[in-house]
């Protein structure tokens, strides 16, 4: 069985500040891919960041990385000067190749104060 | 480039009423994959369809039952609807021909029932 583990219902951020979204993972499956998704009030599911488990780079997609430690079984999310816009729900979601559906965590909210 | 689509865009329903939910795939996408968030929580996995059939189903009764149709876009049916169906449903496509793995998002169907 695949879980997803986010530890901060929520946080708060200065404006222009680097933030750090945790998120840990249990899997048995060696093969399997990373999500990090970003939800706005609207509802829609925006997708930001995908880490395959035999990557050998973290990802990165502009002011989005991924902090992928395989042996802690950890694929934080880190997002680089941080801007209003950025305050919505992220999840985590893992998928084990072979498996169709995603586990998402239950999220962090994030909030940027001006 | 179309993203993902669903409608309607809300619904209000009365237990033991059935209801069918839409969702057209993103542009050069063949999978659908629909989804339950209940209010707090992350997305669960409800099925997944590819060529018309069912591919993978997750932990959900046989109430909730889809389709899939030639170009791609699917339909999510829910009978017998009880309090606790009321979440925001979501679609997602992705391209399994391809081997892509990232499932995009559409801005959901928020369903209410009274």
């Known amino acids: 069985a695949q879980k997803i583990t986010q530890t901060q219902p929520g946080m708060f951020v200065q404006e222009k500040e680097a933030v750090t979204l945790d998120c840990t993972y249990d899997?048995?499956?060696?093969?399997?891919?990373l999500f990090w998704y970003k939800q706005p009030s609207s509802g829609e599911m925006i997708f930001l960041i995908y880490?395959?488990?035999?990557?050998?780079q973290n990802a990165t997609e502009g002011r989005y990385s991924l902090n992928f430690q395989k042996a802690r079984k950890s694929a934080n999310l880190v997002i680089s000067a941080s801007q209003l816009g950025d305050s919505a729900m992220y999840f985590c979601?893992?998928?084990?190749?072979?498996?169709?559906?995603?586990?998402f965590g239950t999220g962090t909210r994030l909030t940027i104060i001006p | 480039d179309a993203g993902v689509t669903q409608s309607p865009t809300h619904l209000i329903k009365t237990r033991g009423q059935q209801v069918t939910l839409r969702c057209s795939p993103k542009?050069?996408?063949?999978?659908v994959s629909w989804y339950q968030q209940a209010l707090g929580q992350g997305p669960q996995f409800i099925f997944q369809y590819y060529e018309e059939e069912e591919r993978q189903r997750g932990n959900f009764p046989d109430r909730f039952s889809g389709h899939q149709f030639p170009n791609y876009s699917s339909e999510l049916n829910v009978n017998a609807l009880l309090l606790g169906d009321s979440a925001l449903y979501l679609c997602?496509?992705?391209?399994?021909?391809?081997?892509?793995?990232?499932?995009?998002f559409g801005p959901g169907t928020r369903l209410t029932v009274l």
């Open positions: 899997t048995s499956d060696p093969s399997y891919g």
């Open positions: 880490q395959g488990s035999y990557d050998q």
């Open positions: 979601a893992m998928r084990n190749f072979g498996n169709e559906k995603l586990t």
């Open positions: 542009s050069g996408h063949d999978t």
């Open positions: 997602a496509s992705s391209s399994l021909r391809e081997g892509a793995d990232t499932q995009y």
